[in-house]
């Protein structure tokens, strides 16, 4: 298991680390042909929508990116791989994702962005990587613990907010 942590400085930094992220994962869920879940962790506020708004602007999505707090899903299809940003903060109950088919997600090329994943407790599979946001004064303090992705990849991350 892969892991590192560093801090980062308001929106901008956030975004910036969301692109970052995308040109690490979307290349190893196509060459893989597989789905990477990413489980994004932290209080309202941390960070996990600006997040996700830098990893789908970064794979070259030029529309608004639409938070999925009532949809709970939105997905964003390219060529090769789609990414399905999920916000399941205002699920009631974990039964609605079966409804809704949440396993299909997971078994096209894709990466999916998970929001609040502790609301669907035992209806995911294990994440890929795991990014804990947290405020600390006046930055966030990012935590990414990830199977897929090697400890360079994460320190090359890490160096560029440094």
Not at 26 to 47: C, H, M, Q, T
């Amino acid at each position: 298991m892969s892991k590192t942590e560093f801090k980062i400085e308001g929106e901008e930094q956030t975004v910036r680390f969301g692109t970052l992220m995308s040109e690490l994962c979307v290349p190893y869920a196509v060459n893989n042909s597989k789905s990477v879940l990413i489980f994004l962790e932290g209080d309202l506020g941390a960070g996990k929508t600006t997040f996700s708004r830098g990893f789908i602007e970064g794979c070259g999505y030029k529309d608004i990116v639409r938070s999925p707090t009532y949809t709970l899903v939105e997905p964003y299809d390219f060529d090769t791989y789609s990414i399905y940003h999920f916000d399941l903060y205002r699920l009631l109950d974990p039964e609605e994702l079966e409804y809704m088919g949440i396993r299909d997600y997971f078994e096209r090329t894709s990466v999916c962005l998970i929001e609040w994943p502790d609301k669907a407790q035992g209806l995911l599979p294990e994440a890929d990587i795991r990014i804990a946001l947290s405020y600390s004064q006046n930055s966030r303090t990012v935590v990414i613990e990830s199977s897929v992705l090697a400890q360079d990849e994460l320190d090359r991350i890490a160096t560029f907010f440094c």
